[in-house]
C-alpha cells in the first residue's frame, strides 16, 4: 500500500506542496497553452515567504462554465486538499475538462501561515472561514452563546495533559452537554466569535490582508462566466475516510436546484436542516458578493471526515485537540513532550497518515469529479 500512486499527491510540509504544486506547470502547458501561474504574498511579521500559488486555466474559445478549487482555508487541513488538487491537474484536467468551453482556476493553501505552522488559523488567530463577511458591520455582532462556552472552550493556563484539570476533559464536557445540549454547543462555538481574540472560532475584529486580492482574482477570472462551480476543501469534520458535501444556503432557490443537480445522488448537508449549524463570514457569502448577480454560483466545501466527529465521542475528541491546540500556543506546554504530543495529535486530525485514509480521498474525489463534472459541462 505505501507504494499507491495516490500517496505520491501528498506532501508533509507546506514548502513540498508549494513546489509540488508549481512544478506542474510544464505539464499543464502543455495541454492548455493558455495557462498562466501566479501568486498573491500574505505579509506576515513572522515569515517573509508566505504566498497562496494559483493556476490559471482560461478555456480555449468561450467559457461557458468556470471551476474553481480552493484548498487551505485552514491551513493545516491544506495537505490533503493539495493533494486533491494535484491529482486534479495531472490526471483529471486533461481527460473531464472541456478546454475549449470551461476555465478553471486552482488556488493552492489559502491560508499558508497555517499550513506552514500547523494552525488552523491565521497569524492573527483568525478562523479564515468565519471572516468573509458581507460588511465590516458583521464584526460588531456578538455571539450570545459563545460566552456560556467560553471558560469550556478557552482555558488560560499552560497546556499539561496529565494535571487534574485536563483529566476532567470529558467529565467537563459532558457536563457542558447535559447543561446545553450538542446543538447549541456546536451553534455556539461554531457559528464564529468576533470578541475574543485568542478564543477557539475567532473571526477577527478586520478583514484578514488575503480578502481583498483573492477578491480580485476570483472576479477577474470568473465574471463572464454563466456558471461557477466553487470547490472548497476541507478536513477534520465528520465520519472517518467519508466525503462530506457542505453547501452554504443560497440567497436564490435556483441555485439551490443547480447545486441538486449537480451533486444528483449524493446526500448534500444543507446548513438549513435541523441538525447543522449556520456560520458567518464563510468565503461563499463573499464569492456570492463579488461574482454579478445573473452568475449561476454552485459552491460546495468537500470535507473528508477524520474523527468520526459526527459521534458525541468522536465530536468531545475532536474539540478537545482544538481547544488543547489553541490553549498550548496562547499560554504553552507544561514541557517540550507535551508540545510534540499535541501537535501530532491535531496534525492526525486533519492530515491522518493513515495511507488508507489517505487513497480513499483520492479514490472518492476522482469518481465524484466523473460524475460532477460531465453535468456541469452540459452544453
Ligand atoms: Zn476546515
Not at 21 to 41: A, D, H, S
Not at 207 to 224: Q, S, V
Not at 276 to 287: H, K, N, P
Request: aromatic share 14%; charged share 25%.
Amino acid at each position: 500500500m505505501q507504494d499507491h500512486p495516490h500517496l505520491r499527491y501528498f506532501h508533509e510540509t507546506y514548502q513540498a506542496s508549494r513546489s509540488g504544486f508549481r512544478n506542474l506547470l510544464p505539464k499543464l502547458q502543455e495541454i492548455n497553452p493558455r495557462t498562466k501561474i501566479g501568486f498573491i504574498t500574505i505579509p506576515s511579521s513572522l515569515d517573509t515567504d508566505l504566498t497562496i500559488d494559483y493556476f490559471q486555466l482560461p478555456s480555449l474559445k468561450k467559457t461557458k462554465s468556470t471551476l474553481i478549487i480552493t484548498s487551505g482555508m485552514h491551513g493545516v487541513e491544506c495537505a490533503a486538499g493539495a493533494a486533491v488538487q494535484r491529482n486534479f491537474l495531472s490526471e483529471i484536467y486533461s481527460s473531464q475538462i472541456n478546454l475549449d468551453y470551461t476555465s478553471v482556476l486552482v488556488i493552492h493553501s489559502i491560508n499558508p501561515f497555517g499550513f506552514k505552522y500547523n494552525r488552523r488559523v491565521t497569524e492573527n488567530n483568525v478562523d479564515l472561514n468565519r471572516n468573509f463577511l458581507k460588511n465590516r458591520k458583521g464584526f460588531q455582532r456578538f455571539n450570545e452563546g459563545y460566552p456560556k462556552v467560553f471558560e469550556f472552550l478557552n482555558p488560560k493556563v499552560s497546556l499539561h495533559s496529565k494535571s487534574f484539570s485536563s483529566r476532567l476533559f470529558l467529565m467537563k464536557a459532558l457536563w457542558t452537554i447535559i447543561k446545553m445540549g450538542i446543538p447549541a454547543i456546536k451553534q455556539a462555538s461554531l457559528q464564529g466569535q468576533y470578541h475574543y481574540p485568542e478564543g477557539i472560532y475567532f473571526g477577527g475584529t478586520n478583514y484578514e490582508p488575503l480578502r481583498k486580492p483573492l477578491g480580485k482574482l476570483i472576479r477577474n477570472f470568473a465574471k463572464k462566466s454563466p456558471r461557477v462551480l466553487l470547490v472548497d476543501i476541507h478536513t477534520g469534520y465528520g465520519e472517518r475516510g467519508k466525503l462530506h458535501f457542505f453547501p452554504s444556503d443560497p440567497k436564490k432557490p435556483r441555485f439551490k436546484k443547480y447545486t441538486e443537480e449537480i451533486f444528483e445522488g449524493y446526500k448534500i448537508d444543507w446548513a438549513s436542516d435541523e441538525e447543522f449549524f449556520t456560520v458567518t463570514g464563510d468565503l461563499c457569502t463573499y464569492v456570492y458578493k463579488i461574482l454579478p448577480k445573473k452568475c449561476e454560483i454552485i459552491p460546495m466545501v468537500f470535507e473528508y471526515g477524520t474523527l468520526n466527529s459526527q459521534s458525541t465521542l468522536g465530536a468531545i475528541e475532536s474539540m478537545k485537540r482544538l481547544i488543547r491546540e489553541n490553549q498550548g500556543y496562547h499560554y504553552g506546554y507544561k514541557n517540550h513532550e507535551e508540545r510534540l504530543i499535541m501537535t501530532a495529535k491535531f496534525l492526525e486530525m486533519f492530515h491522518p497518515s493513515d495511507p488508507e485514509w489517505r487513497i480513499k480521498v483520492i479514490e472518492d474525489t476522482i469518481n465524484v469529479w466523473k460524475k460532477i463534472l460531465p453535468r456541469l459541462q452540459k452544453y
